[in-house]
């Protein structure tokens, strides 16, 4: 059994910063490519950024820039620096991840969203 879970969020003014956390825990054995995606209102959940266990990351066009991506691999854990936040950036924000558990099975796992709201 393998749980992701994230933390922080909540409610940002617009241009302001705020750092999402996703930890993961249970029957590891490796945790490959991490990353967060978001769902807005009526809209479908979209890749917001990736990175491997290397550190190669990738961005979506929208945030490039202006989020960052890292990743503490002896934590399994995987951050979201978020800048110069847009109510555009609102959205439920899921931290997946794809993990080898200590029988050698590959799964694809997800946090339970954290809600991220840029309004002043």
């Known amino acids: 059994q393998v749980q992701l879970v994230e933390s922080g969020g909540g409610l940002v003014q617009p241009g302001g910063s705020t750092r999402l956390s996703c930890a993961a825990s249970g029957s590891i054995f490796s945790v490959n490519i991490m990353g967060w995606y978001r769902q807005a209102p009526g809209k479908q959940r979209e890749l917001v950024a990736g990175?491997?266990?290397?550190?190669?990351?990738n961005y979506d066009d929208s945030v490039k820039g202006r989020f960052t991506i890292s990743r503490d691999n002896a934590k399994n854990t995987v951050y979201l620096q978020m800048n110069s936040l847009t109510p555009e950036d609102t959205a439920v924000y899921y931290c997946n991840a794809v993990v080898v558990n200590r029988l050698g099975i590959r799964g694809n796992y997800w946090g339970q969203g954290t809600q991220v709201t840029v309004s002043s």
């Open positions: 990175i491997t266990s290397g550190g190669t990351t």
